[in-house]
């Protein structure tokens, strides 16, 4: 069983920082891509950043020069570190990871984390 724990977001004034943890636990055979989506109320789910196993990392437009996701493979962890928080980043952070678990022949598959409340706003 394969589980994401996030931890960080919170409340915080607009210019601010903030930074989220997530760590992929259980029987884990391959980690191909680690990273984050949001959510806003009354709007879809949406790419934050990602993270993949060649080395690559992709920004939402929106987010780029401000936000910055790192992982460590050997813990099977990923970060994102926001900076100059905006009101609009205001959102449930869900932390998303593409992996293979054990055993064997287990299909690769996307897992999510529970989700972590970010607010912006003086």
């Known amino acids: 069983q394969v589980q994401l724990v996030e931890s960080g977001g919170g409340l915080v004034q607009p210019g601010g920082s903030l930074t989220l943890s997530c760590t992929a636990s259980g029987s884990i055979f391959s980690v191909y891509a680690m990273g984050w989506y949001r959510q806003a109320p009354g709007k879809q789910r949406e790419l934050v950043a990602v993270?993949?196993?060649?080395?690559?990392?992709n920004y939402a437009d929106s987010v780029k020069g401000r936000f910055t996701n790192s992982t460590d493979g050997a813990k099977n962890t990923v970060v994102l570190k926001m900076n100059s928080l905006k009101p609009e980043d205001t959102a449930v952070y869900y932390c998303h990871a593409d992996l293979r678990a054990f055993p064997i022949g287990t299909p690769r598959s996307d897992y999510w984390g529970q989700g972590t409340q970010v607010t912006v706003s003086s």
């Open positions: 993270a993949r196993s060649g080395g690559t990392t």
